[in-house]
């Protein structure tokens, strides 16, 4: 029988780990939702399944390398801190059966996805809290802080690039171009979005130009003087 999962509240600004952890914990459970309603009527959840690998690939699973690097003591570690790692593991290994349900490398029905889909927000969830614990007693008295406030990289980028149709002027004007840039590399092959600003684009294209040349096209829909709208597209690879 599938049940909903109850989408925690999260902060929109993430400093501490555990705001951080909320922060990520509603977005997979908010995209796990989607597929779980679908599943429960019989159907399968193609869309949605692809919409939660998508987020857990570029925000979790990079979240807890980011973890094992930055959070947790070097080797010797203490018993704890090696069932986070295991933790970590079977996450990649909960992410794998659903990429493999993608790419017909299984034949998993929809029940079989959406119980997997379960497993992992269980463990997500079990996994964080004894997270927080653990380095609340290693760091104390100070709060842990969350692994975006050490590399830079904002949890709220993925949101307001998501889609098909990204709002530049939704971003923090500072984080614009790093934002878009993260959210264009990854696109697949022959996929494109369409980006809207109240300013120029051409800076982002001379960006991308230099991160992978000939990798990307660049179609202006609309030039100014109050919108501009692009199209880019990731090529095939030569």
């Known amino acids: 029988m599938i049940t909903h999962w109850t989408r925690p509240r999260w902060s929109r600004t993430a400093h501490t780990l555990i705001e951080e952890h909320a922060l990520l914990l509603g977005q997979v459970a908010a995209r796990a939702n989607d597929l779980l309603t679908v599943a429960a009527e019989d159907r399968w959840p193609r869309t949605e399944l692809q919409a939660l690998l998508d987020y ?53 029905t929809a029940v079989q996805i959406a119980a997997t889909t379960w497993r992992l927000l269980t463990l997500l969830e079990r996994h964080f809290s004894a997270e927080e614990d653990l380095l609340a007693a290693a760091s104390a008295p100070c709060p842990v802080h969350a692994t975006a406030d050490l590399t830079g990289r904002s949890h709220e980028w993925y949101p307001l690039t998501e889609g098909t149709m990204i709002d ?60 501009w709208a692009m199209q880019v597209t990731r090529r095939q690879p030569r």
Not at 57 to 84: C, K, N, V, Y
Not at 190 to 210: G, T
Request: with cysteine; net charge negative.
């Open 56 to 108: 857990v690939r570029a925000e979790l699973i990079r979240q807890i390398a980011d973890e094992e690097w930055m959070l947790f003591p070097p080797h010797p570690t203490p018993s704890g801190f090696d069932r986070l790692r295991r933790d970590h593991l079977r996450l990649r290994h909960n992410t794998q059966a659903l990429e493999d349900a993608t790419s017909g490398h299984s034949e998993s």
């Open 168 to 227: 530049l002027d939704a971003l923090p004007a500072d984080q614009v171009i790093d934002a878009i840039v993260e959210r264009l590399l990854r696109l697949r092959a022959d996929e494109h979005v369409e980006l809207r600003s109240s300013n120029d684009l051409c800076r982002l294209w001379r960006q991308m130009d230099r991160i992978d040349p000939y990798g990307y096209g660049f179609v202006y829909l609309q030039e100014g003087p109050q919108r």
